[in-house]
């Protein structure tokens, strides 16, 4: 099935006006609007296309909560190893929380996106279970696992390390140094991802979470403006997630981060919490950063979304719209003026059309 797109693209080179021929889904011509020469033979529609959006911090076993949570302090919330999240994960059975996390995963394939990056506990065996539940779904899931022995065992680090991307703790002040750099050698050895949280309920020394160096750093909703220059000057990408940021009274510095450049990638956290959906947290960042004062673009928040963490996860060409693109783009029936603005407050999964395929009603 063919499908032409006219009005604009939105990727790693920024917005541009444009056309966008596809066959099947994947694309084949970019031009010029007017300048097809299907010559009307293709059927056409007006929008935007970019690429497809990544969540990039996602706790998702703990999806298997479907009731509103209590109003606890955040301790008391997500503290390991004894805070209600871990209590939940320990009562419900390993079929509960693969479905539950399928149906999580699924809504996100539904919603455009087509990677996310999971801290997923629980050890080898939450791994596991991660990788069942997202067999035919049709989405790149980055599973950072995490140990459940301490003092590190070699033996669990090495089997965790043979099935996970990499490894995602609970943040410096939880784990002693020897954990952390035993952990980050061997994700380092394996060639695989180190990553943790930090600063996010108490500013923590920049120092202890970056030796040794990580790869991501996680909310950061406390550090100052030197601590944004130090991440930012060891390379290091920062996720945000403002609407759990905001259950307990914090947020992240968008705009500080925004100003000095930092590598910023957009999650939704923990799916007890919030629908892992990256348009509400998109919009959310929009609109709240503007509630208190501190402006930040919407140009930003797209590429948090849809080009960063692509950079990231060490695909570059899937940031770019052109027939070389290693996965397929999105496609939002959405006006084409501003894009980056669309994009950041407008879009549903009612807007997006999926080329190749018939869609519903037609």
Request: aromatic residues 6%; charged residues 25%.
């Amino acid at each position: 099935m063919s499908l032409i797109v006219e009005g604009s693209i939105f990727d790693v080179d920024g917005a541009r006006a444009a056309y966008v021929r596809f066959e099947g889904e994947r694309i084949a011509e970019i031009g010029q609007i007017g300048t097809d020469s299907t010559r009307g033979r293709v059927r056409r529609i007006r929008g935007i296309v970019a690429p497809p959006p990544v969540n990039s911090h996602t706790h998702l076993g703990d999806a298997v909560s479907s009731r509103e949570p209590p109003a606890i302090s955040f301790r008391e919330m997500v503290g390991p190893p004894n805070g209600f999240k871990f209590r939940l994960l320990a009562a419900a059975g390993p079929k509960e929380k693969r479905e539950a996390v399928r149906l999580a995963l699924g809504r996100m394939v539904e919603e455009g996106i087509r990677a996310v990056v999971d801290f997923r506990e629980e050890g080898v065996a939450g791994v596991r279970m991660l990788r069942r539940a997202a067999q035919g779904l049709g989405i790149r899931v980055v599973a950072l696992g995490r140990p459940l022995a301490r003092p590190i065992e070699r033996a669990e680090l090495s089997e965790l390390l043979a099935i996970a991307d990499g490894v995602g703790l609970a943040s410096a002040r939880e784990e002693s140094n020897e954990t952390r750099r035993s952990v980050a050698r061997a994700c380092h050895v394996a060639k695989k991802r180190y990553a943790l949280h930090a600063s996010e309920e108490r500013r923590e020394r920049v120092n202890a979470y970056l030796d040794p160096r990580p790869d991501l750093l996680v909310h950061m909703t406390h550090a100052t403006r030197a601590d944004f220059e130090t991440v930012r000057d060891a390379g290091t990408s920062v996720a945000v997630c403002p609407r759990s940021n905001a259950l307990f009274g914090r947020r992240p510095a968008l705009a500080t981060m925004e100003k000095l450049g930092l590598s910023v990638l957009l999650g939704t956290d923990n799916a007890m919490l919030h629908a892992p959906s990256i348009w509400r947290e998109l919009e959310f960042a929009y609109v709240s950063s503007r509630l208190f004062g501190e402006r930040v673009s919407s140009g930003f928040l797209a590429r948090a979304a849809l080009i960063e963490p692509w950079n990231w996860l060490g695909s570059p060409r899937a940031a770019r719209i052109d027939p070389e693109s290693t996965v397929p783009p999105l496609v939002l029936r959405l006006p084409a003026d501003d894009p980056a603005y669309q994009i950041v407050t407008r879009v549903t999964e009612q807007v997006i059309v999926r080329p190749g395929r018939r869609e519903r009603g037609a």
